[in-house]
């Protein structure tokens, strides 16, 4: 909805994707340290991988030392093309900002929050997950209403679709107005 309205989005989810595909220093890096059983098809094998990292927190956190540093480089670059095209706003969607420390570094940090069990009914039926698997996803995040008590803004993207836009757009208005 920020795209629509004129923001240069920059998404971590899919820095996170771009950072281990074939021939990276990431995708080395994962092989490296998690073994071929997690490569399919020339490819990082997302699937399997995340079923292992979301049980296993000492897993988690290697593929995170692995991971987070090339996410963060992806995401300055990406942000820095932004800038020298001239982007009047840019938006860091950045899932993991709070569990990672990261919101002393934006002036502005905006929660899109939904109720937990919305979290769960939408991994299952946007995603594929299975419900133990998107628990044990959420379960391995800090709980959203902490999330909640430390943005500045949030967005209440548990309603239909028309109210969730209204609050981007009396957002939008307020922080790019």
């Given at each position: 909805?920020?795209?629509?309205?004129?923001?240069?989005?920059?998404?971590?989810?899919?820095?996170?994707?771009?950072?281990?595909?074939?021939?990276?220093?990431?995708?080395?890096?994962?092989?490296?340290?998690?073994?071929?059983?997690?490569?399919?098809?020339?490819?990082?094998?997302?699937?399997?991988?995340?079923?292992?990292?979301f049980k296993d927190?000492?897993?988690?956190?290697?593929?995170?030392?692995?991971?987070?540093?090339?996410?963060?480089?992806?995401?300055a670059a990406r942000?820095?093309?932004?800038?020298?095209?001239?982007?009047?706003?840019?938006?860091?969607?950045?899932?993991?900002?709070?569990?990672?420390?990261?919101?002393?570094?934006?002036?502005?940090?905006?929660?899109?929050?939904?109720?937990?069990?919305?979290?769960?009914?939408?991994?299952?039926?946007?995603?594929?997950?299975?419900?133990?698997?998107?628990?044990?996803?959420?379960?391995?995040?800090?709980?959203?209403?902490?999330?909640?008590?430390?943005?500045?803004?949030?967005?209440?993207?548990?309603?239909?679709?028309?109210?969730?836009?209204?609050?981007v757009q009396r957002?939008?208005?307020?922080?790019?107005?």
């Amino acid at each position: 909805m920020l795209r629509e309205l004129g923001a240069t989005v920059v998404d971590a989810d899919e820095a996170a994707h771009a950072v281990y595909e074939p021939g990276t220093q990431g995708f080395a890096a994962v092989v490296r340290e998690f073994g071929e059983k997690f490569v399919s098809d020339g490819r990082i094998d997302r699937k399997r991988l995340g079923e292992l990292v979301f049980k296993d927190a000492d897993a988690r956190q290697r593929l995170n030392v692995i991971v987070h540093p090339l996410v963060r480089e992806w995401m300055a670059a990406r942000t820095a093309e932004a800038a020298e095209r001239g982007a009047g706003v840019v938006v860091q969607d950045v899932p993991l900002l709070f569990e990672n420390g990261l919101e002393r570094l934006f002036p502005v940090v905006v929660l899109v929050w939904v109720p937990r069990e919305v979290q769960i009914d939408r991994l299952v039926s946007g995603r594929g997950f299975s419900r133990e698997r998107a628990s044990e996803v959420i379960a391995a995040q800090m709980p959203i209403d902490e999330k909640r008590a430390r943005a500045q803004h949030v967005i209440d993207n548990s309603g239909a679709t028309e109210l969730t836009l209204a609050q981007v757009q009396r957002l939008w208005e307020e922080l790019a107005g």
